[in-house]
């Protein structure tokens, strides 16, 4: 049978030297060719860790330890002065936490125990479960019951309407603080052993800097992405009351519900959201992102503008909604204008998702299972 | 002439040839699917794919497929794992085969959203390995029983793999031949510069022209290598390409062992000689001596079988196809994509966003889609029209069980293909609950030019 096939191999070969001529002189004028030659993912992740990831981290740190020292002294002393003191401090570790609320992988995740944000950063409340473990002296935090600690909890000891009195009630107060201590104490080693692992995890993913699952790219823009739809879905969407199936607007779901600081902490959470996509940091200061990226690829300056311009969009309506008002007021008072803001956050899911990761080609939410 | 050429075919594909081919792709396919079978439950897939996810894509047609459980699943991937060994070894060999194919077969069948061209490969490769004697020599059953040891095999056991292995490479090329492929070099322009980071190599993908050369030298090395290793001249440099090219898709792209598996499965053009010769090494190694009978494997029925072999590549070779039927763009509407050799043909990513509607109340709420689907479910549903429907008929029955009056569903899929900004599927006002999937056209999906 060979024989009878000897011609074709000859024949391909034919074919695929007047192919590869042909091939060579093709690429010329009327494509302009990709110019992604001076796009390099390491020094974009060196820019990430030293610009964005470490400085945010730190100032989670400092100001966690701050929370905590103020802690110590409400728990001595709880006065209202000092009960004021301890909220602003809860406050600034909490918008520093909503800077870190992407970095979930690496230190930022411990196997069974889960991410940082789901172990620091779940609401609502339980708040029964919370009365219920400051009563039994529970503070034991290996089991998963996240709802009784991390951020929001302690919101809802710091600012729930008889937060005060509570504290200083003769008979339960003290079990109280030391639950406070305790979750604080919970709170702040998590950070710190966060923190810490950067120290040595910030050259791992420097060299991580592959495109396909598990590489630094792949796991930080995975996380980039679950931040911005948890921001939107359930920070707005839920309170808002437009999940399938909800049958009205759900205002106690909100964030920071306790405190009303949920709408300065929905366009915090945004902020940081842009910045990663910028690779800016907090301060402003410029550095390689997802914009850059773009900017290097002949295709991508479309989506580049779209999504600049989109930002500048929703930062607009962010700014149109007062601090001061909280969403769990507003869903009562104005909800279409909430959930319009939903929708307006859910428009724009496609600039971060679909649109950008099928240009910058890394291989995004496989997270496990390959291609063909 | 017609009735002399039947008569011709029927006398080559049943002529005797050496079993040493069907010795060597028994080992290897045994071997290359124990390892990936151990793969696949060490990187803990089979709680990814399988048991985590609340709702599961159906192939169609096989809806009616039951769902077993997690302990079953280990089980299945157990008797998976053992029974590729015991092929590896010709051990309960036709036993081992049927059950490989089966457990094999089922776990793709299971989710939709895991199909991958190469392991439907795998699946007719083990449907082949049920069928041919491959036991009959070098294997623990022809140890226990000499009897059956045969030196010789029909031709057409041989024919099943070469001709299946050359209708994957030539469809895959044929494939390529399209503007975009060619012309724009995509999606090789958008996949391979971000592979800047590689060593050594690694400055070639950021070269603008490298993606052009790419996805030229694809394409032809797709159409031509089953010619070039079919000829005995040319064979060992094609499987040098083979090599190479097969080396460098496994480093570039994540695709898991399906490198290793045209690369052993490529084995099979080789000369006899050229098998008997490895395979001696082997023999002497683990001492087999085979004592052949004077009578030679053969079958009856070789009528039945030159029909089911001539039907069986009809099938294969027009299947792939049957695309043509459909209007519009096969890479917008993907209607007869699958099951056609079409791999790594296009980057392709969708954002889709589903509501779902009391009628009596009117009230209309967005699913978050993460409730029912893992990132991989949800990555391949927001892109693919069938998985879409299935997705939507699947929420309306949620929901109307979560006590909503006749739910509606509607969803705005958009969605990018190669580059460009991502476009609207189909109509977001569109009732998905009530579109059936069928064979026929989807004609609810945009056309992909005018918008």
Not at chain 1, 136 to 163: C, M, V
Not at chain 2, 151 to 180: D, E, H, M, R
Request: charged letters at 15%; hydrophobic letters at 40%.
């Amino acid at each position: 049978m060979n024989q009878h096939s000897s011609i074709l191999p000859k024949l391909s070969l034919i074919l695929i030297l007047s192919l590869f001529i042909l091939s060579a002189c093709k690429p010329t004028e009327e494509t302009e060719p990709n110019s992604s030659t001076d796009f390099n993912k390491k020094i974009m992740l060196e820019s990430m860790a030293d610009k964005v990831i470490l400085p945010n981290l730190n100032n989670l740190k400092i100001s966690t330890e701050a929370f905590k020292l103020s802690c110590d002294s409400f728990r001595q002393n709880p006065t209202t002065s000092q009960l004021i003191q301890i909220q602003e401090k809860w406050n600034q570790a909490y918008v520093d936490f909503l800077h870190c609320q992407a970095f979930n992988f690496g230190p930022g995740e411990i196997p069974v125990t889960g991410t940082m944000a789901e172990n620091l950063g779940i609401w609502p409340v339980n708040t029964a479960r919370v009365e219920q473990r400051i009563t039994d002296k529970n503070y034991s935090f290996s089991d998963f019951e996240r709802d009784s600690r991390g951020f929001q909890t302690i919101e809802y000891l710091l600012f729930s309407p008889n937060a005060l009195t509570q504290f200083q009630d003769s008979l339960s107060g003290a079990d109280r603080r030391a639950y406070l201590d305790a979750i604080t104490t919970h709170l702040h080693n998590w950070v710190n052993t966060v923190v810490s692992g950067w120290a040595t995890y910030r050259q791992t993913f420097v060299d991580n800097d592959g495109k396909d699952a598990g590489s630094s790219v792949s796991l930080l823009y995975n996380n980039f992405l679950l931040s911005y739809e948890g921001l939107k879905n359930y920070k707005l969407g839920i309170p808002a009351g437009v999940r399938a199936g909800q049958t009205q607007a759900e205002p106690n779901k909100s964030e920071s519900y306790y405190s009303g600081y949920s709408t300065r902490h929905i366009k915090e959470h945004f902020r940081a959201i842009e910045n990663i996509w910028k690779g800016n940091s907090r301060t402003g200061e410029t550095g390689i992102g997802f914009d850059d990226w773009l900017n290097s690829l002949q295709d991508g300056k479309t989506l580049l503008n779209e999504t600049q311009t989109k930002f500048a969009e929703l930062n607009t309506l962010n700014n149109s909604f007062q601090d001061t008002s909280s969403i769990a007021t507003l869903v009562q008072s104005d909800l279409s204008k909430i959930q319009n803001w939903y929708t307006e956050y859910q428009k724009f899911t496609r600039y971060l998702k679909s649109d950008l990761s099928s240009l910058i080609g890394i291989a995004i939410t496989y997270s496990s299972g390959d291609g063909d | 002439m017609l009735a002399q050429l039947i008569r011709k075919f029927h006398t080559a594909i049943h002529g005797q040839t050496s079993i040493a081919p069907l010795i060597t792709v028994r080992i290897m396919l045994g071997l290359l699917l124990s390892i990936s079978t151990i793969r696949f439950i060490v990187l803990g897939w089979i709680e990814d794919h399988y048991i985590s996810p609340v709702f599961h894509f159906s192939y169609f047609g096989f809806e009616w497929l039951p769902r077993l459980g997690a302990v079953e699943l280990y089980a299945i991937h157990g008797i998976m794992l053992l029974s590729s060994l015991a092929v590896l070894l010709g051990f309960y060999y036709r036993i081992a085969s049927i059950l490989l194919f089966l457990t094999f077969t089922y776990t793709e069948l299971y989710d939709l959203t895991y199909y991958l061209n190469h392991y439907y490969f795998v699946s007719l490769a083990c449907l082949f390995l049920l069928i041919i004697p491959a036991h009959r020599n070098i294997s623990i059953d022809a140890w226990l029983n000499p009897k059956i040891q045969s030196s010789t095999v029909p031709n057409w056991t041989i024919w099943l793999f070469k001709g299946q292995i050359s209708i994957v490479y030539i469809c895959a090329g044929l494939a390529k031949i399209n503007y975009s492929w060619l012309m724009e070099a995509l999606p090789l322009r958008i996949w391979l510069p971000p592979n800047e980071h590689l060593p050594i190599i690694g400055s070639v993908f950021t070269w603008e022209y490298t993606p052009w050369i790419f996805s030229w030298a694809g394409m032809i090395f797709d159409i031509s290598i089953p010619f070039l290793l079919l000829n005995k001249n040319f064979r060992p440099w094609a499987y040098l390409l083979v090599i190479v090219f097969h080396a460098l898709t496994g480093i570039l792209f994540q695709i898991g062992v399906f490198p290793l598996v045209m690369m052993g499965a490529t084995l099979i053009f080789f000369s006899t000689e050229w098998h008997t010769r490895w395979q001696s090494v082997l023999t002497e190694m683990i001492h087999w001596k085979s004592t052949f009978s004077q009578s030679t494997y053969s079958v009856k029925f070789t009528g039945i079988i030159s029909s089911l072999f001539i039907l069986y590549f009809l099938f294969q070779i027009l299947f792939p196809w049957r695309f043509a039927l459909y209007p519009g763009n096969l890479f917008w509407t993907e209607e007869a994509y699958r099951f056609g050799w079409r791999v790594m043909l296009m980057e392709k990513a969708g954002t889709a966003t589903f509501y779902v509607k009391d009628t009596c109340t009117g009230k209309e709420g967005t699913v978050f889609n993460k409730e029912f689907l893992n990132d991989h479910q949800e990555k391949q549903m927001a892109m693919q029209p069938d998985m879409i429907l299935q997705y939507a008929h699947f929420l309306k029955d949620h929901y109307q069980q979560k006590g909503l009056c006749n739910p509606e569903v509607r969803a705005e899929v958009f969605v990018t293909l190669n580059g460009q900004a991502g476009r609207l599927l189909f109509d977001p006002q569109l009732n998905l609950s009530e579109i059936q999937d069928s064979w026929n056209t989807k004609n609810w999906i945009y056309p992909y030019a005018i918008q």
